[in-house]
């Protein structure tokens, strides 16, 4: 009856909407009224998968939301190739890689920005607004005057796209699919609808902007409607806090059920008999009827909502209710909350379900403009504070349904206890880091020919969040064109500098005396100790500026400095280098995390730059190849012997090493692994000797007239060196005999 007849009054004074305006206050959003239809208005429910069909409502969102979007445009994929060698003696390998270009609706109402973004359930954008994958990102915020997306004009033509006013949505470019199955991923975005949060007043006036609300000051971190109506979007707000309309001077006023602070009642007169009541002759005797309800089946109330300490995976809290048996209410309120705060709306809910019905049916002869559904009144026949839930123009005056409303303590005073919202394994959210990169050449392991260079690339970053980089080789090595020869992964290699300066110490003999500090590229990366076994299997290899040692212990100092000791020296031929070292050397740990490069791709290693580009890269990281000849020079002879004739001459002797050949095999002579054996016997420096011949054996001998035709200073030592095919070895020193 109600219904019908303010539906009448409101189409009176505000047309059409003013009718559905007053079916909204003659049904009277509260709990109890609504409990008498089925409300399909906005539904908390898991995160959504993205959708991509025509006729998909675009939900309106407030303070700040986890949604997923619509696909409202994409391009084909797009492949790429890339083809690398995956090491020495083996095959090249050709990948292939995809992008793809896409729009995804977000909101139907403007937006302040765009928070993390997750794809597939992974971290896609940062809390600071960086990628994880490659690709490019642009958001469209909603406002009347945005223009085209400059993408998508290109593709569809500037007549034929629209630039979506009113509607914000993000544009994704050359997005990099190989993380998400080589297909564009299912979204979700952090949605800040509002620089702040919002209310449920806030809520009300953006559905219903004629409409006067009032008293609605509950916060919510965010909340989305997706479908209903204005006044289902109330309703199943009105679940979790009670809301009343009224219908006054042609304007729908909104406010909060109960009583939530101070309130200056109305006083009603006293109850006024009629002539015919059709209800009791109590009622028509007195002008009023009171009913008390038994206790409701409800004992306790629960809400669900989405939890912003849990990245707004939906959640349940209980309020605290009766302790006999009865059922357990949800309420399903799409809203983003902490566990405290809804807790306190589930304690509320449990208190409000655990009270009985308490209602009087009042008649009045006046009729007061303030007596309108949702006032708060004193009456002469009963204490306490009453609301007015709806009102009847009847012949014999206004019949008023009243409900008592509890004080302000009772509900809005109360807070829930302490409370949490649950374990959660939050996505991580590492930001991206430059690349820290090196490239150096090493000996011939002795697998294969042996005849290319064997060139590494270590790379790594400071965190965990370095993804891998590309990498290119600049043959000219003055920035001119870049070739792409593959990328680093994202093992990060275990690299950094060095504190102090190696000391000198013997390559035959294990060195318990040295200690070497060392800064790692990361906090995080780790270095491990080994035993005198694992070490002799191949164990803790590292390379330290041109020297390559292994290490037995290593000792965290914090802050990713380790200490390290227990060495073994001048390994793969490097004992020549032993004396070289400074402080601020580079640390590289020889392991699976470097990356071969292929010899054809980079050119000269002596003139060619290799440069990596990741996606934490503000410019591109070049580096030149460090020993670029390691891998081609001979090994330096060793065991040299330098004998004085009888006749004056010295006779000179020593002990080939080949490349690739580690293992002093008994009765096996040592191979050669040159084109010829050439050797280069100098006095003094052999890049500016004082004599110099050529031998073609590991023997030579110098002629006293050769010895005495010295020049005066000149250097009293001999320098030997092997002529490779390629590069000369390290020349070994022997002094001339006493």
Request: net charge negative.
């Amino acid at each position: 009856m109600a219904t019908l007849l303010l539906t009448a009054v409101g189409t009176v004074f505000g047309g059409p909407i003013g009718g559905s305006i007053g079916a909204i206050v003659g049904r009277q959003i509260d709990a109890a009224i609504f409990g008498g239809r089925k409300v399909e208005g906005p539904r908390l429910k898991d995160l959504t998968v993205q959708t991509s069909s025509y006729g998909s409502a675009l939900p309106l969102h407030f303070g700040k939301m986890r949604a997923a979007g619509s696909v409202i445009w994409a391009t084909e994929l797009v492949e790429h190739k890339d083809t690398a060698s995956s090491g020495k003696g083996r095959p090249s390998v050709t990948t292939y890689t995809y992008t793809s270009s896409f729009a995804v609706a977000i909101a139907s109402r403007p937006i302040a920005g765009i928070g993390r973004i997750w794809a597939d359930g992974n971290l896609l954008r940062g809390a600071n607004g960086d990628l994880k994958v490659g690709g490019t990102l642009r958001v469209h915020l909603g406002h009347g005057d945005q223009a085209a997306d400059p993408l998508m004009a290109q593709a569809e033509g500037v007549t034929r796209c629209p630039a979506y006013r009113g509607l914000a949505y993000a544009v994704f470019e050359d997005l990099e699919l190989a993380d998400y199955g080589n297909r564009i991923p299912s979204l979700t975005f952090e949605i800040l609808a509002d620089t702040v949060g919002t209310s449920i007043g806030a809520i009300a006036r953006a559905i219903l902007p004629e409409a006067a609300v009032s008293n609605l000051d509950t916060g919510l971190a965010g909340f989305s409607i997706d479908q209903g109506s204005a006044g289902d979007a109330l309703a199943v707000i009105s679940e979790a806090v009670p809301i009343a309309c009224a219908v006054s001077g042609g304007t729908l006023a909104i406010h909060a059920a109960e009583q939530a602070g101070p309130v200056t009642p109305v006083a009603l007169p006293g109850p006024a008999a009629a002539n015919k009541d059709g209800r009791s002759a109590e009622a028509k005797a007195s002008g009023w009827s009171r009913k008390r309800e038994p206790l409701p089946r409800v004992r306790q109330c629960g809400v669900r909502y989405y939890d912003v300490a849990r990245d707004y995976q939906p959640g349940l809290q209980r309020g605290i209710g009766r302790s006999e048996q009865g059922d357990l209410q949800v309420i399903e309120l799409p809203a983003a909350l902490s566990a405290a705060e809804a807790q306190t709306l589930a304690s509320n809910a449990s208190r409000r379900a655990a009270r009985p019905a308490d209602t009087i049916t009042y008649r009045i002869t006046e009729i007061d403009p303030a007596i309108t559904p949702g006032a708060f009144v004193n009456i002469p026949i009963a204490s306490g504070v009453w609301r007015v839930t709806q009102w009847e123009w009847q012949q014999d005056g206004v019949l008023l349904s009243l409900a008592a409303n509890p004080s302000s303590g009772a509900i809005a005073g109360s807070s829930a206890t302490t409370t949490d919202p649950g374990r959660f394994n939050p996505a991580a959210d590492l930001a991206h880091t430059p690349t820290v990169l090196e490239a150096f050449a090493l000996p011939w392991d002795g697998t294969g020919s042996g005849t290319t260079a064997a060139v590494f690339a270590a790379a790594s970053g400071a965190s965990a969040g370095w993804t891998g980089a590309a990498l290119l080789a600049d043959l000219s090595g003055d920035g001119g064109a870049l070739t792409s020869i593959g990328s680093t992964g994202r093992s990060r290699a275990r690299l950094g500098r060095t504190v102090g300066a190696l000391a000198t110490a013997s390559p035959l003999l294990l060195d318990l005396q040295s200690t070497l500090d060392v800064v790692l590229a990361g906090t995080d990366l780790q270095l491990a100790d080994a035993s005198l076994a694992q070490l002799l299997q191949g164990a803790n290899r590292a390379r330290i500026g041109s020297e390559i040692v292994q290490f037995a212990s290593a000792t965290p100092l914090g802050g990713g400095v380790w200490r390290l000791g227990n060495w073994l020296r001048g390994r793969g031929g490097t004992e020549w280098a032993v004396g070289t070292h400074v402080a601020n050397e580079q640390f590289v740990l020889i392991d699976d995390s470097l990356v071969q490069l292929d010899a054809t791709q980079i050119g000269d290693p002596a003139t060619t730059r290799i440069v990596a580009v990741g996606l934490g890269d503000t410019s591109a990281v070049s580096v030149s190849i460090e020993d670029s000849a390691a891998t081609l020079r001979p090994l330096s002879p060793v065991h040299g012997t330098a004998v004085l004739q009888s006749d004056g001459s010295i006779a000179l002797r020593w002990t080939r090493r080949a490349r690739g050949a580690w293992l002093w095999l008994d009765n096996v002579d040592t191979p050669l692994n040159e084109e010829s054996e050439l050797w280069d016997v100098t006095v003094g420096d052999p890049d500016a000797p004082a004599l110099r011949w050529q031998a073609t054996t590991s023997a030579f001998v110098a002629t006293a007239e050769q010895i005495t035709g010295l020049p005066t200073g000149a250097p009293q030592f001999f320098s030997v060196r092997q002529i490779g095919r390629n590069a000369a070895s390290v020349p070994l020193r022997i002094e001339f005999p006493a």
